[in-house]
């Protein structure tokens, strides 16, 4: 499967920003997707997981302010985020879950996409 980010921007505090990714291939209904985030000079780290049937985890720096959802008919997965704060600057990646151990760590997750980045102005 290939993935591809967008949506990404500079926003001021406070905004909000809509990522997408679209992936191809028949079985995505089937992917449980993650999102996860790399900002300069730190590891990646988790965001939020959407499961097949669309039930959603997310960080804790996160929760409350992200949502994510999807549209099968679509193949594509979406991260809203509001309220978005200077430490959310980051590169927006999404990813396939491989299906063995935590939906939190990143090299649990394969066919990333390229990226797409956010930065949210102080």
């Known amino acids: 499967v290939q993935l591809q980010a967008s949506g990404g921007g500079l926003v001021q505090t406070g905004g909000s920003l809509r990522l997408s990714c679209a992936a191809s291939g028949r079985t995505f209904s089937r992917y449980i997707m993650g999102w996860f985030r790399q900002a300069p000079g730190e590891e990646r780290e988790f965001v939020a997981v959407?499961?097949?049937?669309?039930?959603?985890y997310y960080a804790d720096s996160v929760k409350g302010r992200f949502t994510g959802s999807r549209d099968n008919a679509k193949n594509t997965v979406y991260l809203q985020m509001n309220s978005l704060k200077p430490e959310d600057t980051a590169v927006y990646y999404c990813a396939v879950y491989k299906g063995l151990g935590s939906t939190s760590v990143p090299t649990n997750f394969g066919s990333w996409g390229q990226g797409t980045l956010v930065t949210v102005s102080s």
């Open positions: 959407v499961t097949w049937s669309g039930d959603t």
